[in-house]
């Protein structure tokens, strides 16, 4: 297979290797949070607030218009954001995987019903059904996850299907069969451990987009709910506050125009790297 | 000079046209000195194998060249000249006065356009003719090229209509400005074999009429039934040139000789039959120093391998470059 | 070509279903009926309201009711706002909201082409780099994130332009913004989508056929190479409507522009169940209709489809 070189190309990818560097990056000072920070996140300085970056006595980015530490609050968004856009990615992978693996798998008229759904599913607006769906259900961080994880399914199981309906002409597939394996054992066992490599690209392309939608719900003040907060919730105070405290906005939107660009390269490079046209 | 007699009706007079490619690995020279001239309803078959630069030549005389190529020498066409033409009298030449005929009809018609559309574009463009009196004109350039049904075809698409159908609507848009001169390049090679010969016998009624067609192509036979002349290239060069039938009644340049050999001939099919030339087509980038076919010449010698030979007059209006030509050998 | 359009109209009517009853299930099987907020009422009051909704009769049946009140444009009574319908409030904030959506959608045609097309014809040169860059900041960088800076620059620091509102509706210096905040993430995709195709576009051997029938530069693109550059950018349109609607909720929520997207937020913070349930089902059949007319068009600029 030209898995390896396809690896070792991305590696000789400056742009791609960017990309994976701020990833980690973000992702050390979201982990570490805590102890890079000077102060609680939610403690409040009545002495400053709205104060502007304060690099002696440790409020990097400044304060917010409740005189509380954005850089901590940054950091803590990030724990947020990375959160839910793995948690989400996690479930549409669950889903998206049974779901792509079992039509590939059955084939015929399944297949096609089953296709249909999401050929139907994916012309829908989704960030509407994520927002009716936590007016219902409330607005809890797992079901913020869980919601956009329920709704951004769709392309993984039409890479996941794709891949199982080659697969399944494979001899080993045949042997299984001929052995009598039964077809939960055959997906469980023999297609689903080999759908790996396609599905961590489209995990890297899924992430993005749940942190983005994470953001747009926080900012619209129907996500994450204080005293939690993301990156999106940073932005909406931000906006609401940019004439006095700028700096509210841009440090936590840069923090996601970031990830998103470093997501972006990095996605751009394992495709490259994947399927090499030039 | 017996040999040309139509010296007055000559239409296109190339001479030592030299067509370079500027490229990361360096300069590749894909047409190196070629000369020839043409005179009103004659046809020339320019032969050879896959990248000779027989297309490029057809290319540089249409000035279709990408940006890093670099054309040196002299194309003279109805009198004038064509290098260094600024763009928008070329654009007013081509098309209209001469024409290019593609080899592949699949890919050379836009697939988003009616047939109307793309022959009358021409006649709009270049006569300033309305869309009615372009549509009749057009209507009559579809019945020239035999086409059945032509009011119907004008409404379709390309992908509507046959090969063969297809390779008519593209010669009828080369046709339809009557051109003095028709550039065709590999006309048939994409197209089924009886087609082939409805196409070809399309491209003799256009040089009746008056058209001088130049005719790239790598079947010898499509030559032998439509040429008056013929030029073989190889490595960017003329290696063999006349009138077709003496160079192929009587090849003197080795690799004529084993293009010739190569063909099936109906005379001989007990024989062991083709024989194709040994050994590959030349590197661009990496010539031999001397005579570029010097690796594969079953001839060649030591000053074939140190001095490239000149294409000189031989007899019989034929031009050959080989230092074995006409056994004087080495230096002429 | 009728066959064709009415083909592609039934198609589009199980997604209209799908949509309708996605609502529907949310709505009914969720926990926490719109009843349960916390109030204390009397199970005689609480029984009383039921039966008004219609919320006592079987699943299957407030379903059925429910199709029909759709197919007579009647979305329910707003939960939170007394003194209108969400048919009324639809009505009331669609047409500004059109008007945002349709003005952003033109602008990132025109300028996503022209940028597109631009970058291509100067491949791989510096002016080629700028558009990639800038196509990039425009995915990177969210209309959240995009619209309260072009305010903060164009409205409150240069003074420009009107940091918010509508206007009177006729005002276009109150539109810019809002409109430019809308586009821009749609500019940067047609950008980087035509720039593409119009590339693979210039390589084809048609576009050689029409230079050598002598035609200008200028026919050569507008007539050749567009119409097959423009294709992905059609099939886009789909997404891009999906975009705008999207977007226009945060626009609308930044700029404090009346229309559906403002109506739509404020329901979903005072979990107004009927108001946004209908504002779901109103833009999702937008969309589906939307997408009708793309599909349509895309036969029509593409021939080897409508005549397959």
């Known amino acids: 297979m030209t898995a390896d070189s396809g690896w070792r190309r991305l590696l000789r990818n400056p742009m791609a290797m960017a990309g994976l560097t701020v990833l980690g990056l973000i992702l050390l000072l979201a982990l570490f949070g805590p102890f890079l920070a000077a102060h609680e996140i939610d403690e409040v300085f009545w002495d400053r607030i709205g104060a502007p970056p304060d690099f002696a006595a440790g409020f990097y980015f400044g304060t917010d218009a409740n005189g509380r530490d954005l850089f901590a609050r940054t950091l803590a968004g990030a724990r947020v954001s990375l959160l839910v856009g793995t948690a989400a990615s996690l479930i549409s992978l669950v889903i998206g995987v049974t779901y792509g693996a079992i039509a590939g798998y059955l084939g015929g008229r399944i297949d096609a019903v089953m296709m249909r759904i999401v050929d139907i599913l994916y012309s829908l607006p989704f960030v509407f059904f994520v927002i009716l769906l936590t007016v219902y259900v409330g607005r809890s961080l797992s079901t913020i996850f869980i919601t956009i994880g329920a709704v951004i399914w769709l392309d993984m199981a039409r890479i996941v299907r794709g891949q199982t309906l080659s697969l399944k002409q494979r001899e080993f597939i045949e042997a299984a069969r001929a052995f009598g394996a039964t077809d939960r054992r055959i997906i469980l066992r023999h297609i689903i451990p080999n759908l790996w490599g396609p599905v961590i690209i489209s995990m890297l392309l899924v992430i993005p987009d749940a942190i983005l939608t994470e953001s747009f719900l926080s900012f619209l003040g129907l996500g994450v709910q204080e005293p939690n907060t993301s990156w999106g919730v940073l932005i909406g105070d931000g906006a609401q506050n940019m004439m006095e405290t700028p700096w509210m906005l841009l440090f936590p939107g840069a923090f996601l125009a970031l990830t998103l660009l470093a997501f972006n390269f990095l996605g751009d490079g394992l495709r490259d790297a994947m399927d090499p046209k030039e | ?332 | 070509m009728l066959s064709i359009l009415l083909k592609r109209f039934f198609g589009a009517i199980p997604t209209l279903f799908v949509i309708i009853t996605l609502t529907f299930l949310m709505m009914r099987l969720t926990p926490g009926g719109p009843f349960d907020t916390g109030r204390v009422v009397s199970p005689e009051v609480q029984a009383n309201l039921m039966r008004a909704y219609h919320l006592d009769e079987p699943l299957f049946s407030q379903y059925l009711r429910y199709l029909g009140d759709l197919a007579r444009g009647d979305f329910g009574p707003s939960f939170t706002s007394k003194d209108f319908s969400v048919t009324q409030l639809i009505r009331q904030g669609f047409p500004v909201s059109l008007q945002l959506g349709l003005s952003a959608m033109a602008m990132a045609l025109v300028v996503g082409l022209g940028l597109g097309t631009f970058g291509a014809l100067h491949r791989n040169r510096p002016s080629d780099h700028a558009v990639i860059v800038f196509a990039m900041v425009g995915i990177i960088v969210p209309s959240f994130v995009m619209a309260p800076i072009l305010t903060l620059v164009f409205g409150v620091t240069l003074h420009w332009l009107p940091a918010g509102g509508w206007g009177d509706g006729h005002q276009l210096s109150y539109k810019i913004l809002p409109v430019v905040a809308l586009a821009l993430p749609r500019i940067s995709s047609i950008a980087r989508l035509s720039r593409s195709s119009m590339i693979e576009a210039l390589e084809q051997p048609f576009i050689r056929t029409a230079y050598a029938k002598g035609l200008p530069r200028r026919l050569v693109l507008f007539r050749h190479a567009m119409r097959a550059a423009i294709l992905p950018v059609v099939s886009y349109l789909g997404p891009a409507t999906a975009g705008i609607i999207t977007g226009s909720i945060v626009v609308e929520q930044v700029f404090s522009i009346p229309g559906i997207g403002r109506y739509f937020v404020d329901a979903a913070l005072n979990r107004d169940y009927t108001l946004v349930a209908g504002v779901v089902v109103f833009y999702g059949c937008i969309i589906v209709l939307f997408n009708l007319i793309v599909d349509i068009l895309y036969g029509v600029l593409d021939p080897r489809v409508s005549r397959r």
């Open chain 2, 1 to 332: 000079m017996e040999a040309e007699p139509r010296q007055d009706r000559i239409v296109l007079n190339v001479s030592n046209l030299t067509t370079r490619f500027l490229t990361p690995r360096g300069t590749v020279t894909a047409v190196d000195g070629v000369s020839f001239s043409l005179a009103a309803g004659e046809t020339l078959g320019i032969v050879g194998e896959s990248g000779c630069g027989k297309s490029q030549t057809l290319f540089s005389i249409m000035g279709l060249l990408p940006s890093n190529a670099r054309v040196g020498g002299s194309i003279g066409f109805e009198g004038q000249e064509l290098i260094g033409l600024p763009p928008g009298e070329m654009n007013r030449l081509r098309g209209i006065r001469l024409a290019l005929v593609f080899q592949d009809p699949m890919t050379a018609l836009n697939p988003y356009l009616t047939v109307e559309r793309q022959l009358c574009e021409v006649l709009e463009y270049h006569k300033g003719l309305s869309r009615a009196d372009a549509r009749a004109e057009a209507l009559e350039a579809l019945r020239r090229v035999h086409m059945p049904e032509p009011e119907r075809q004008l409404r379709r698409y390309p992908h509507e209509l046959s090969g063969g159908m297809r390779q008519r609507v593209v010669i009828a848009m080369a046709m339809i400005g009557k051109p003095a001169l028709l550039l065709a390049d590999e006309p048939t090679t994409a197209l089924d074999v009886t087609i082939q010969a409805e196409i070809l016998d399309l491209l003799a009624e256009q040089s009746d009429s008056g058209t001088a067609i130049v005719l790239v192509t790598h079947d010898l036979g499509v030559v032998a039934r439509l040429c008056d002349r013929v030029a073989v290239m190889y490595a960017g060069r003329v290696v063999e040139q006349g009138p077709t039938r003496a160079v192929f009644h009587a090849p003197r340049h080795p690799y004529t000789q084993g293009l010739l050999a190569a063909l099936p001939r109906l005379d001989d099919l007990a024989s062991a039959g083709r024989k194709p030339i040994e050994g590959q087509p030349p590197d661009l980038l990496a010539l031999p120093p001397g005579c570029a076919f010097s690796p594969r010449c079953p001839l060649a010698d030591g000053p074939c391998r140190e001095m490239s030979p000149e294409l000189l007059s031989r007899d019989g209006g034929c031009a050959v470059a080989c230092h074995h030509a006409d056994g004087r050998g080495g230096v002429s």
